[in-house]
């Protein structure tokens, strides 16, 4: 991961003030300061704060969920987020779309696949450039998820953002972006992922352009590590390698735009100062970037595939034990080595519904097709698998150890079905021939042949 100069005018931190600086870890209880003795000691809410700063809690659970789910941050800030706040209009982002949102002239019951949505000339920022493809659930009972496809060419011009609704994971393909927020900044380019919590105000700017890449919107409970089970405490996503940023702030009296996501809405109040002003902060909600290189698969050594749930770097619980909300599963590079096996994902429909995105090379099961910036989408009870390329060359495959290179692709399951927007299904560049690359699989059965 490399580290770039800091955004003009953030204090931060970090001990090396020209550069990035990040607290390893995930779900850690995190303590940072970007001035010496901003934060307090052995207290939240001391009767006076140094620096004449305010103490505010920002809470991304209940106060009375269990300890080891519980999380909240204690600010320090110049200003509380009150003075952040004021009276709010309606804005309209036409192409950002929250569940439950079903389109009358749409079907959403199919195999679809589409190629990278291209970049367009016009200037196009974190916001204006955000387009639905699926939503899921429903945004204001807090269960589901949305998936977006980002296009960038433009920072944020002292303008703010906080989802109320929902909790962000960002997934690049392209180009490099900087998340300046209340709690640190992150840069972020391809092969890392970073997650927004919700509530936490940002600014994106963009560092090399145009961006493109996807977006996970969970509306239900939080993004976690998936429990590892008999694999024990190593491999999968380790926790050591998820990384905080610093606390760093911007004392800066300009003009300046917050806008707001609250229940599937957009709403924006004007305010005279920048929103980022936290010196110092302690808690365990906060936002982080993971190298996806650092991911460690794990797989079958000796014969059978097995499930994809296996390659699951996060996943957000729901309701129902082992059936998640969403899980966020990677599949990049990895060694093939079981005998006697169909090694490519096998022929099956699922309860969960499974959107996949291309961040480089190419995906096993379709060698043809699914590039880098694609995605597709395998509703819930609709079967899927290889196509005939796929089926024959691994069915005919002399079976030595294959290094699986260059490939990096991912999927965001859900418990939910997914519904197309109209710009995935009439915008979009959706292959409208994807569902002929099942066309030519051919009948093998004979019923007098011998078992061999």
């Not at 109040?269 to 993971?290: C, E, F, Q």
């Not at 129902?320 to 080595?337: P, Y």
Request: hydrophobic residues 35%; negative net charge.
């Amino acid at each position: 991961m490399t580290t770039h100069d800091l955004p003009k005018g953030m204090v931060t931190a970090a001990t090396r003030p020209n550069e990035l600086q990040y607290m390893p870890g995930f779900g850690n209880d995190f303590e940072t300061e970007a001035l010496p003795g901003a934060l307090p000691q052995g207290m939240n809410s001391p009767q006076k704060c140094n620096y004449g700063l305010y103490g505010e809690q920002l809470s991304g659970t209940a106060f009375t969920a269990p300890s080891h789910q519980n999380e909240r941050t204690w600010c320090y800030r110049i200003r509380p987020s009150v003075k952040h706040s004021g009276r709010y209009s309606k804005i309209d982002l036409p192409y950002w779309k929250s569940a439950p949102h079903v389109d009358p002239d749409v079907i959403s019951l199919g195999q679809y696949r589409w190629d990278p949505v291209p970049h367009s000339d016009a200037g196009l920022t974190w916001l204006t450039g955000m387009r639905t493809m699926t939503t899921a659930g429903d945004v204001n009972t807090q269960v589901g998820m949305a998936s977006h496809i980002y296009l960038v060419t433009e920072s944020m011009q002292d303008a703010y953002f906080y989802s109320a609704d929902s909790e962000l994971l960002v997934v690049p393909q392209e180009g490099r972006l900087r998340f300046c927020t209340e709690l640190g900044v992150i840069d972020l380019e391809p092969k890392e992922i970073a997650i927004l919590p919700r509530g936490l105000v940002y600014r994106v700017e963009v560092l090399e352009g145009p961006c493109r890449g996807f977006v996970c919107e969970n509306y239900g409970q939080k993004f976690d590590l998936p429990g590892r089970g008999p694999i024990g405490a190593n491999c999968m996503a380790n926790r050591r390698d998820f990384k905080t940023p610093v606390a760093a702030f911007e004392d800066r009296e300009v003009p300046s735009t917050l806008m707001i996501k609250w229940c599937g809405q957009f709403h924006e109040t004007r305010i005279g100062h920048s929103p980022l002003d936290v010196v110092a902060w302690h808690g365990n909600y906060a936002p982080v970037k993971y190298d996806l290189t650092t991911y460690c698969p794990v797989g079958a050594i000796l014969f059978d595939h097995p499930d994809p749930s296996i390659f699951t770097v996060l996943t957000a619980p729901s309701g129902v034990e082992g059936t998640a909300n969403i899980d966020f599963v990677l599949f990049r590079e990895r060694w093939m080595v079981a005998e006697d096996t169909f090694r490519p994902p096998w022929y099956h429909k699922n309860v969960m519904s499974e959107l996949m995105g291309n961040i480089y090379g190419q995906y096993d099961a379709k060698p043809q097709g699914f590039v880098p910036g694609g995605m597709s989408l395998h509703n819930m009870m609709l079967p899927h698998g290889p196509d005939k390329s796929a089926f024959e060359g691994a069915s005919n495959a002399a079976l030595k150890p294959e290094k699986l290179d260059n490939t990096m692709s991912f999927m965001f399951e859900t418990r939910f079905p997914q519904h197309l927007t109209a710009f995935a299904a009439k915008e979009a560049p959706l292959q409208d021939d994807y569902i002929d690359c099942w066309e030519s699989l051919e009948k093998k059965f004979d019923g007098t042949q011998g078992v061999k």
